[in-house]
């Protein structure tokens, strides 16, 4: 088993895109079973956000309650397509309010089979910022 060190940066200022939009920053394997599917992990995480924050327009007495959901329906999500990875999410909101926010993570892991995958969604009034680790069992 190769270890490799991963590094995954999202970096995040203010900039014009449209409400509802999501942006993927990522790093995996392959398509192959057994492999982090970035490409369906990240479909997981539009869904959910869109789910739960998609025509909300920002509110600080209710991140809490978003924040948790939007973990919690992502993980019931993947535990739904049956992979054999352990997953770690996380997931941040804020106003749109010209501040900036730079996030880093760094993980050593096995390059070939685990991943990770960013993905930054924005409406009019909020980012939300999620992101998903799956390292396989």
């Known amino acids: ?70 973990v919690e329906h992502i993980l019931q999500s993947l535990a739904k397509l049956s992979k054999t990875f352990k997953y770690v999410v ?4 804020m106003q749109k309010n010209g501040t900036g926010l730079h996030t880093a993570s760094s993980c050593f892991w096995d390059n070939n089979t685990d991943g990770s995958c960013s993905i930054r969604w924005e409406n009019k009034s909020m980012y939300c910022i999620v992101s998903v680790f799956g390292m396989a069992l």
Request: hydrophobic share 45%; glycine share 6%.
């Open 1 to 70: 088993v190769i270890l490799l060190l991963n590094r995954l940066i999202v970096t995040m200022t203010s900039h014009h895109s449209a409400p509802g939009d999501a942006q993927a920053v990522s790093h995996a394997g392959s398509m192959a079973d057994g492999v982090f599917n970035v490409d369906e992990v990240s479909k997981v995480i539009k869904e959910c956000v869109e789910n739960v924050i998609g025509g909300s327009t920002y509110s600080h007495a209710s991140v809490s309650e978003w924040t948790a959901q939007i």
């Open 90 to 93: 996380t997931t941040v909101i």
